[in-house]
């Protein structure tokens, strides 16, 4: 897969070179290329923003310098992916804002499954529109939303969706495996997790882990996975589908609705204000 991220402040996404995910550029699975959006303008003080037609606070980003980093984008990207995606290859083009798509485990999945992604990190008040509709007449453009927050710029977020998606790539992760059961692949959240030592100031791991009966550990994960949904994700339990549970889940699921503060081996989830 080939990344392209424009940002005015490419030491942002060095966090990609560590991990995994430097590893896979290593290993040459992700050709992952940050492009400083200052390069593209042509004042001596490299300006990337203005003050917004129709008055208000904040500044927002210029849309020359935008449109001549997305146009070297394209050309780069389609050098560097010469013969494996053709001659006319575009990016699917991401936008982080506060008023994007909501990122998900879904959609980490299908952008993995995509040969090109580019993303361009939006500061201040955001980007011209007219960036966008323009990107819009040859490229696929989605404006994507980390959650229902804001944050100063687009970089972290493409941080996190980054790195979502390169690890759902084939030879990213080790052990494969490890991707099926996790949280948000099928609607249930993971199971508690132990290691060494079986007892730790005063707290002992679950007996069923040590008991060696693999049918009984994966009753009790499963058990798990479902009490933890519907105890911290109620959002989540309520859509789950009941064709994909069977009797067991259900009666755990049940009690635990019932009964809510029954779950053990989980804190109290945080009081909330009315
Ligand atoms: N004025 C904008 C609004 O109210 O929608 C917020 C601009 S924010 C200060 C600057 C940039 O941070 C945005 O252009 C976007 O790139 C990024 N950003 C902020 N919150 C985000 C979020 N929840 N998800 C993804 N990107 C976000």
Redesign the pocket.
């Known amino acids: 897969m080939r990344i392209d991220v424009v940002t005015i402040f490419p030491e942002y996404l060095d966090a990609l070179r560590l991990s995994l995910i430097g590893r896979a550029r290593e290993q040459e699975l992700l050709d992952l290329q940050v492009h400083d959006l200052r390069d593209f303008t042509h004042d001596r003080h490299r300006t990337v923003d203005d003050t917004p037609y129709g008055g208000g606070p904040g500044m927002v980003m210029r849309p020359e310098p935008w449109g001549e980093a997305l146009d070297h984008v394209q050309a780069a990207g389609r050098t560097a992916l010469a013969g494996v995606s053709g001659e006319d290859a575009t990016p699917h083009l991401l936008v982080?804002?506060?008023?994007?798509v909501p990122f998900t485990q879904q959609l980490a999945r299908e952008l993995a499954a995509e040969p090109w992604l580019a993303f361009a990190?939006?500061?201040?008040?955001?980007?011209d529109e007219r960036v966008l509709d323009d990107a819009a007449q040859r490229w696929r453009v989605t404006p994507?939303?980390?959650?229902d927050?804001?944050?100063?710029?687009?970089e972290v977020?493409v941080l996190a969706v980054v790195e979502a998606v390169a690890r759902l790539l084939p030879g990213v992760i080790g052990n494969a495996q490890s991707l099926v059961e996790e949280s948000h692949e099928d609607g249930l959240l993971e199971y508690p997790v132990y290691t060494k030592p079986a007892s730790w100031r005063g707290l002992d791991v679950p007996a069923v882990l040590l008991s060696g009966h693999h049918g009984a550990i994966a009753r009790w994960r499963r058990d798990e996975r479902v009490r933890r949904t519907a105890r911290r994700r109620p959002d989540l339990a309520a859509a789950l589908d009941d064709a994909a549970l069977d009797d067991a889940d259900r009666r755990v699921l049940a009690d635990q609705q019932a009964d809510p503060g029954s779950a053990r081996f989980l804190p109290e989830p945080p009081a909330v204000a009315d």
């Open positions: 982080p804002s506060p008023s994007g990190c939006g500061r201040y008040e955001g980007i994507v939303s980390l959650g927050y804001v944050l100063n710029g687009g977020a």
